[in-house]
């Protein structure tokens, strides 16, 4: 018989164009028609799921009657908690056969397989999340080896199923991987890696096969099976960008948002004075979340960029809607070690606007600029376009000594910034920098020192 499957991966929540993607979903679907996602769909850069825990994630995936969706990174970044209220809330079963606690232990309404009956074809569908290294931990899980797990649902679902489906969120070159190393697969559906296929790649006979991001294309797979023999008839990803908009999804979307909006919009506390913000000139906005680094990490610098935070904040009430509009970026608090020589380069960089504008994009981002580079403990003497000294601590820097910088993950690892990359013995805080603006803005000595300039023109 025929088996269609249709799939998309790394939404992103970029649900307007997923609007359009439903509609030639609900076109194409028929009887013999499968629907799964291989995670990322749910992007808490989103109102509409930062103030529902994630609900209007899992209304957008029921109504348009996917079958199963693996566990992205995204999926895991607001906590196993949401994770698991998601889940549990799904009539979609939310799949990792790797992923797990702290202690070991499953996660409540993850489920490690699904098995589906389409006219009496029986599909096994086994999820596998990625590994984030240390990040998993802050966020409260585990990754198991994906080899291993895979292999022991095959084993578990023996004489169970016809087709055996990998939904994966590991990039292609683990996917590579599963179709070398494992039996009992037939198909492998991939994401993380935002890669849009021409058509299917055959590795080791299995079909593998992934469709960009953004919901911008619909991945369409038509097999044949019989007899336990997969055949691939045809692949295609179809460009869903000129389709007729989906008005559900819309209301489902603007439903959400509503509740949201009163959840998210309950006052926090109140501020007495403006803190504005400037992509590429020194700002307290901006200079507020560097000394809270500082603070927090204990370390010689504070060393932020302003690309991480959207805009200022007016005085008055603050509510955590501010704070996510101001600060939607997935960084952690990170502290590192580097010598003078690299602080120095970087804030060099930092003086032409050509950085300061550069594309903010990278992992954990959602900044559109790259920023100006702020700093806490420290002085810059400047003139026009270079540096004259730097104070850290008082002392002037030693292009030699190692210092402890207050930072992110993002510069940690050299995105744009690319000296701040020399760095040795990084630690990462289990907070994001969002969490940090939020309880510094509320004590009034740090705002008021935020307006201290620490770049100086001589």
């Known amino acids: 018989m025929q088996l269609n499957i249709l799939h998309t991966n790394d939404i992103h929540s970029n649900y307007e164009n997923f609007s359009m993607l439903v509609s030639k979903i609900k076109e194409l679907k028929d009887d013999n028609t499968i629907i799964l996602d291989a995670g990322d769909f749910a992007d808490f850069k989103r109102m509409e799921l930062q103030g529902t825990k994630g609900i209007a994630a899992v209304e957008l995936l029921e109504y348009t009657g996917y079958d199963a969706i693996t566990v992205g990174n995204n999926e895991t970044f607001n906590g196993i908690e949401t994770l698991n209220y998601m889940a549990g809330k799904s009539r979609i079963p939310f799949l990792s056969s790797n ?10 309404f993850v489920k490690k397989s699904t098995l589906l009956n389409k006219n009496g074809l029986r599909i096994l569908i086994i999820g596998a999340s990625p590994d984030l290294g240390p990040f998993n931990e802050l966020l409260g899980y585990h990754i198991n080896d994906y080899i291993k797990v895979i292999r022991k ?4 679902n023996k004489g169970k199923y016809d087709v055996g489906i990998v939904l994966s969120h ?21 994401g993380h890696f935002h890669i849009l296929m021409d058509k299917p790649e055959i590795v080791n006979g299995k079909i593998i096969f992934t469709s960009g991001s953004y919901a911008k294309y619909l991945g369409i797979l038509k097999l044949e099976v019989n007899d336990n023999k997969v055949e691939l008839l045809s692949g295609e990803n179809f460009d869903t960008t000129n389709c007729n908009v989906c008005n559900d999804i819309i209301k489902i979307l603007n439903t959400n948002k509503e509740k949201a909006l009163d959840e998210l919009s309950k006052p926090l506390y109140r501020i007495e004075t403006d803190l504005w913000h400037d992509v590429a000139e020194e700002n307290p906005m901006t200079n507020l979340l560097a000394d809270a680094l500082a603070d927090v990490l204990k370390c010689d610098l504070g060393l932020i960029n302003s690309g991480v935070i959207n805009g200022g904040v007016r005085k008055g009430n603050v509510t955590l809607k501010k704070i996510l509009d101001l600060c939607p970026s997935y960084l952690n608090p990170t502290r590192f070690e580097i010598q003078g020589k690299y602080i120095w380069e970087a804030l060099q960089n930092s003086l032409d606007t050509d950085y300061c504008y550069a594309d903010g994009a990278g992992p954990g981002s959602r900044g559109k600029y790259l920023g100006k580079l702020h700093v806490s403990n420290a002085v810059i003497e400047y003139s026009g376009r270079n540096i004259i000294n730097i104070f850290i601590n008082g002392e002037i820097i030693d292009p030699k000594r190692w210092y402890t910088v207050a930072s992110s993950d993002y510069l940690q690892r050299g995105t744009g910034y690319t000296s701040l990359g020399n760095n040795k013995n990084e630690s990462y805080n289990g907070f994001y920098l969002k969490d940090i603006l939020r309880e510094y803005m509320a004590k009034k000595e740090f705002v008021d020192k935020a307006f201290i300039d620490r770049w100086i023109l001589k």
Request: proline share 0%.
């Open 170 to 190: 590991l990039g292609m070159d683990k996917d590579k991987n599963i179709a070398e190393q494992i039996d009992g697969i037939h198909v492998i559906i991939g």
């Open 153 to 156: 649902e095959i084993a578990f």
């Open 99 to 108: 992923l797990s606690g702290l202690d070991y232990n499953d996660i409540d």
